[in-house]
């Protein structure tokens, strides 16, 4: 082989070389197999009601079968067209022929009711289950989904794993784990030791919550001043305290920790970098945003949204937000204690607890 | 010379540990995203400002679009701002306002000062609401976007709002692909780092918000710059003001297609933050104001990054004079090793990024492309590079800045 046709070789076997991890980007360029837009959610934006408004009109071809069912009083079975296999209850003790009825039991079909549905304790329900009535479940039971169009009760140590919506009021008995997207058209209420992660109503109690008159938290002349548009900004670069009593009309930012006395009063919204802690029958016009965690003392009133970026305890007697002006709480790690009220969303990220007063 | 080099390293190290370590952050760190669960509240008054200058081929998307989204009736305001149009802008505006009345609220504007801070900065006389968002014509926000990037103002701290921008033409060519892939690792790495960090995420103009009560503050838009939203960014912090970054928040764009406008676009990208390191920079890293060290550093860093391109041409070009003059310390065995250890890391800083961010948002084959970034690169740092020369020139001669429109691609509807 002469030199020059060595070299020739030479640079191309180099040439071939460095080509070679191009040669994946060669084809996915002519290809395109990757080529589309992301997906961005664009519709339903996270709208807590997406998966039972999804299931309500899932289970709609079934409407006739259900009326067929309350108007004869009797049962009927058969496969949806996805392949699913349901059961159709026309009677509220109709339960009480299901073939699940020892505890421990699975139930691997699809549930409706075209009326009210009472549930036997200690059973795992592998499909979703719809009432078109009052529905109650037993104690011990495991739902993966629950659509209740009137009430929905869970018995105790009851176990909900991806969401459950009521039309009426949702509620559910001590040491229920509530794992998905918990939903109600009215009120929404837990008993102690209840687990959830986001709930969503008008008004959601935990435990036995004293009802009042929905709360005025500042007299007309400060609400005027709060609400007039641009508010004042106090900007403080290290911790700060709002002293017991006092009445602070201006938005507060604390780049350290916050204190804020028991009965003092905010007309504005209040931010913290580091830890807050409220004392009690703090009224706050606004919101309470922490960096970190955050303390609600009890009988406080906070209009606004509530964020901690770490955790979250309130307690009892709290009200957030109120049926004129719902908000919204959220935290990775929520406590709630008994007593306690939100209007609106509660939701926890990681974990959230009712826990006793 | 060598000590200039030893600088120009120094610094490049400095950006690559900066990749890496925003990188891993996004990867294994704790993700902030603090507002975004906000989906009950009493939302706030709105105006939603679309700046418009002959954006008849995209204008009416955005419009339909914000006629849809799910906020509050009677609580958002849509202002078009058709900036000295002379195309088919106004009459679409205009059908929109006979179509939606009390939803939209027109601002011809038909001369006065070119730019896109000049045109907001005029229409401020028609806004009013403490909330504003802020919308380039060829975006196309999704339902539940305006609520998502109006919740961070519920924290009295946050002064803008900076949400994620995809790219809706991605198939068109190699140019699209790749522009993809860089907004991938600059929104999904490089800006929710920032946020994960409390660093300074930046504003984009865009898909974003600002506070009026901060806006006054800071003293409105500055019809100055060619880049209104760094200038915003930074002006907001020393202000002590945050912009905070919503990485949920995502909305479509129209990249460039061609290479031409690309460049164009990189060069007034380039000059505009040129120009606000230079208005601000010193500023930011010594002056007294509300900004933490964290803040100033990465805020400093932030501001040089259009600076890095005729930095590291520089970079090279004294690597090759010290290679050729053997001023290499320690016959060059320091230089071995430095240029080792950076082929095998520091050139890998911005590609792991990109596919980092790729894996994060879950696409698999197109992280393929990685390779051709290299193209991308070349094309950025020679296009910035002479940006800052013709900058440097410009301010010689005393030539003043022009503000140039990124051409659009969508077809008429």
């Known amino acids: ?357 | 010379m060598i000590y200039v080099l030893y600088f120009i390293v120094f610094v490049i190290c400095v950006y690559t540990a900066r990749h890496y370590w925003f990188t891993l952050n996004r990867l294994f760190g704790f993700q902030r995203h603090p507002y975004i669960d906000i989906d009950t509240a009493s939302w706030p008054l709105v105006t939603v400002l679309v700046a418009a200058h002959n954006e008849e081929k995209v204008i009416s998307n955005i419009l339909s679009a914000l006629m849809t989204v799910k906020y509050p009736e009677g609580q958002m305001l849509v202002i078009p701002v058709n900036d000295r149009s002379t195309d088919g802008t106004r009459v679409i505006i205009d059908d929109f306002v006979e179509r939606f009345p009390g939803r939209i609220q027109p601002f011809h504007r038909a001369g006065g000062k070119g730019g896109k801070a000049a045109a907001l900065k005029d229409a401020m006389e028609l806004v009013t609401t403490e909330v504003i968002l802020i919308f380039d014509a060829d975006y196309i926000p999704g339902a539940g976007l305006i609520k998502q990037l109006v919740a961070p103002f519920f924290d009295p701290e946050v002064g803008g709002v900076m949400g994620r921008v995809v790219p809706l033409n991605v198939g068109t060519n190699l140019l699209t692909r790749l522009l993809d892939l860089e907004r991938t690792g600059g929104y999904q790495v490089d800006q929710q780092a920032r946020m994960n960090l409390r660093l300074v995420p930046q504003h984009g103009g865009t898909v974003a918000g600002v506070r009026l009560s901060a806006l006054r503050e800071i003293g409105g838009w500055n019809d100055q710059s060619l880049t209104e939203d760094t200038d915003l960014t930074y002006r907001l912090l020393l202000h002590g003001w945050k912009t905070v970054y919503q990485n949920r928040s995502e909305c479509y764009e129209e990249v460039p297609e061609t290479w031409a406008v690309r460049i164009k676009q990189i060069m007034r990208w380039a000059k505009g933050h040129n120009q606000a390191m230079v208005t601000y920079g010193l500023r930011l890293l010594l002056g007294k104001h509300r900004a933490t060290l964290r803040e100033r550093i990465d805020g400093a860093l932030l501001l040089g990054v259009y600076a890095m391109a005729p930095v590291t041409l520089l970079g090279w070009a004294l690597a090759l004079a010290v290679f050729f003059r053997g001023v290499a310390p320690l016959h060059g065995v320091i230089a071995l090793f430095a240029l080792t250890a950076y082929a095998a890391l520091g050139n890998l800083a911005a590609f792991f990024e990109i596919a980092a961010a790729a894996r994060l948002d879950g696409t698999r084959k197109r992280i393929c492309l990685l390779p051709f970034l290299i193209l991308g690169f070349a094309v950025s740092i020679f296009s910035v590079s002479r940006a800052a020369l013709s900058q440097v020139s410009d301010l010689v001669t005393g030539a003043e800045l022009h503000w140039d429109k990124t051409e659009r691609f969508r077809k008429v509807l």
Not at chain 1, 57 to 75: F, M, W
Not at chain 1, 272 to 295: E, P
Request: hydrophobic content about 40%; overall charge negative.
């Open chain 1, 1 to 357: 082989m002469n030199s020059s046709l060595a070299v020739a070789a030479l640079i191309l076997f180099v040439s071939l070389m460095l080509m070679l991890p191009l040669v994946p980007a060669f084809v996915e360029l002519r290809r395109k197999s990757d080529a589309s837009p992301l997906n961005v959610v664009q519709q339903h934006a996270g709208e807590i009601r997406h998966f039972a408004n999804s299931f309500r009109t899932y289970i709609q071809v079934l409407e006739p079968t259900l009326q067929q069912c309350v108007a004869s009083g009797t049962t009927a079975s058969g496969i949806l067209s996805d392949g699913v296999e349901y059961l159709a209850l026309g009677r509220c003790d109709d339960s009480q022929t299901l073939p699940i009825q020892q505890p421990g039991a699975v139930c691997p079909v699809t549930i409706a009711s075209g009326s009210d549905l009472v549930l036997p304790p200690e059973i795992t329900f592998l499909r979703d289950v719809y009432a078109g009535g009052q529905f109650r479940g037993g104690d011990s039971n495991s739902y993966r989904a629950i659509l209740g169009e009137k009430n929905v009760h869970l018995g105790h140590s009851s176990r909900v794993s991806r969401w459950a919506h009521a039309v009426g009021e949702f509620s559910a008995e001590h040491d229920c784990e509530l794992s998905g997207r918990i939903s109600s058209d009215t009120c929404i209420r837990l008993q102690g030791a209840c687990n959830f992660l986001r709930l969503n109503a008008p008004q959601i109690e935990t435990g036995h919550v004293m009802h009042g008159e929905d709360s005025t938290l500042l007299n007309s002349e400060d609400d005027t001043n709060a609400s007039s548009g641009v508010v004042q900004r106090f900007l403080h670069d290290g911790d700060f305290e709002v002293h017991a009593g006092e009445l602070v009309t201006g938005n507060i930012v604390a780049r350290g920790k916050l204190q804020i006395g028991a009965g003092a009063r905010i007309c504005g919204s209040v931010k913290s970098v580091g830890d807050m802690i409220l004392g009690a029958g703090v009224s706050v016009q606004g919101s309470l945003i922490s960096g970190k965690q955050m303390l609600i003392g009890p009988d406080c009133n906070v209009n606004g949204p509530i964020i901690a970026e770490r955790a979250l305890h309130i307690s009892a007697g709290t009200r957030c937000g109120s049926l004129q002006h719902p908000t919204t709480v959220s935290a990775p790690r929520i406590e709630a204690e008994e007593g306690v009220a939100v209007f609106g969303t509660l939701w926890a990220r990681e974990h959230g607890e009712v826990v006793a007063s």
